[in-house]
């Protein structure tokens, strides 16, 4: 009689191989706790925080309907966001989870404005043109508004650095007019002010994942600000009023639904 084959294919891993790859592979994961933008730190929660607003675009795309949409407050986080991709890219240490949440919210906000455009047109044909084409001219003012302080942005900061004094200070700052730093955190007081153009928007079209989301990001965002590079107080502030101001929308939301 033959002996039995011994089975074919690659022997399994000696233990003490085994043994060091766990060792290898739980180095690797206490490194990206403890690093720089882990879990340990705001770097990371921050950002975790704005997955918030891209999630809840998504939810209510899925979930709810087109009624509850805020074409303002979505027009606004498109470019808000847009914004914030440069930010996280520039700012020190580089983001990605924040590049990435707001790459994702720009997609899931252009979504949302789609959904109210097609529910305007099917609920008002008659007017619906007009309010398309108002909207439309408004984000159409802001990218001619943006790309006009691009284009003129370093013959200002050549000019103004040459003027010597405060304005030179002011000019050359990391954090100042003339930098992303500046421009990203100062457009999200285009989110406060919608929160109070809302004031009194009827509670059934407001999206509670929204204002949750808005209220809890501006929140996290506030500690942010001071353990970035540089520290950023105009960031801290706007993330101040942000969380103020949804906070008082979500707060009428809940105690319309829930008391």
């Given at each position: 009689a033959q002996a039995p084959k011994a089975p074919s294919g690659p022997s399994p891993p000696p233990a003490r191989a085994l043994r060091r790859l766990a060792r290898a592979q739980t180095i690797m994961a206490m490194a990206w706790v403890t690093s720089p933008t882990g879990p340990m730190t705001t770097h990371f929660w921050g950002p975790i925080a704005?997955?918030?607003?891209?999630?809840?675009?998504?939810?209510?795309?899925?979930l709810k309907g087109p009624e509850i949409i805020n074409e303002r407050m979505s027009a606004t986080q498109v470019v808000y966001s847009g914004l914030f991709m440069r930010f996280a890219w520039m700012v020190q240490p580089r983001n990605y989870i924040l590049f990435s949440c707001h790459t994702a919210n720009v997609a899931a906000q252009t979504n949302q404005l789609r959904r109210w455009a097609d529910y305007r047109r099917e609920q008002?044909?008659?007017h619906a043109p007009e309010q398309l084409k108002n909207?439309?001219?408004i984000s159409a003012g802001a990218a001619v508004g943006l790309g006009a302080l691009l284009v003129a942005r370093r013959p200002l900061l050549g000019a103004f650095s040459g003027m010597g004094g405060p304005l030179k200070k002011i000019a050359e700052s990391p954090a100042g007019p003339f930098t992303i730093h500046f421009w990203a955190p100062n457009f999200k007081w285009a989110l406060s002010i919608n929160n109070l153009l809302d004031y009194d928007r009827p509670t059934d079209k407001i999206s509670l994942s929204m204002t949750s989301a808005l209220t809890l990001t501006g929140t996290i965002f506030m500690r942010w600000s001071f353990v970035i590079t540089p520290k950023n107080y105009s960031l801290f502030f706007v993330n101040l009023v942000l969380s103020t101001s949804s906070g008082y929308h979500l707060a009428r939301k809940i105690k319309a639904d829930y008391f």
């Open positions: 704005n997955w918030g607003l891209s999630l809840s675009a998504i939810y209510d795309a899925n008002d044909p008659v909207l439309g001219m």
